[in-house]
């Protein structure tokens, strides 16, 4: 059973447009999650943190928090050229120092 | 720059050589991991170090070997790889449980690693 799910896109939206990456996760009792974005060849940056149910909104990033139905998800507003790439969920639990990450969704704005 | 830097950023090794690669962070932080990236495959989560702990995934390979000989460094010792193993090494660190509020991981730029 996979501990993170992501859809693996490709997602494609034009420039200006919102883009909407979900994730689901296995484990309930996740306390933190996070939204990395990482280009073709580089390491995964760390974009949106989140620790609550809610939304969270950091510039054109909004992440929203769902524990009860296990899901995250990322919106991008006004989705720049500059957003094309992999983006990946990762969550930590209880269980310590573990991260799990999804595959990754990979995003094209094009333009 | 994320405050974690990795060494060698590009590494070519045959079957039968012996090399290391080296993280440092300098964020404060007091636990460090070590991830492997393949093509279409989620991160895979080798090793982590930290101050109560030390945790290995038991699908590792025995010719990973990790070191931590403090909470600013990691290195991961290679030996006798297959071709297999080559993929993108990524070094991340992050504060220590129980501070799950704020245990954001940073990753450092990776080494790329082929073995022929």
């Known amino acids: 059973q996979k501990e993170v799910e992501q859809n693996s896109g490709p997602l494609s939206v034009p420039e200006g447009a919102i883009a909407s990456l979900n994730c689901t996760y296995s484990?309930?009792?996740?306390?933190?999650f996070f939204w990395y974005r990482q280009y073709s060849g580089k390491s995964p940056e760390l974009i949106m943190s989140?620790?609550?149910?809610g939304d969270k909104e950091d510039g054109r990033f909004t992440a929203q928090l769902n524990k009860a139905s296990q899901y995250v998800s990322l919106l991008i507003r006004d989705s720049q050229p500059s957003d094309s790439a992999t983006y990946l969920c990762?969550?930590?639990?209880?269980?310590?120092?573990?991260?799990?990450f999804g595959t990754g969704t990979s995003l094209t704005v094009i333009p | 720059e994320t405050g974690v830097t990795q060494t060698p950023r590009h590494l070519v090794m045959g079957m039968t050589n012996k090399k290391s690669l080296k993280c440092e962070q300098h964020?404060?932080?007091?636990?460090m991991y070590w991830y492997k990236q393949s093509a279409k495959k989620p991160l895979e989560l080798m090793f982590v170090?930290?101050?109560?702990?030390?945790?290995e995934n038991n699908s590792v390979p025995s010719r990973f070997s990790p070191e931590c000989p403090n909470s600013s460094h990691l290195f991961l010792h290679l030996h006798t790889l297959q071709p297999e193993d080559s993929a993108l090494y990524l070094c991340?660190?992050?504060?220590?449980?129980?501070?799950?509020?704020?245990?954001?991981?940073?990753f450092g730029p990776g080494t790329r690693l082929t073995v022929l």
């Open positions: 991340a660190s992050s504060r220590d449980k129980p501070d799950l509020s704020y245990n954001e991981q940073f």
């Open positions: 484990d309930r009792v996740s306390q933190s």
């Open positions: 989140i620790y609550s149910n």
């Open positions: 990762a969550v930590n639990g209880m269980s310590g120092n573990q991260f799990y």
């Open positions: 964020l404060g932080h007091n636990a």
């Open positions: 170090y930290s101050l109560e702990e030390r945790v």
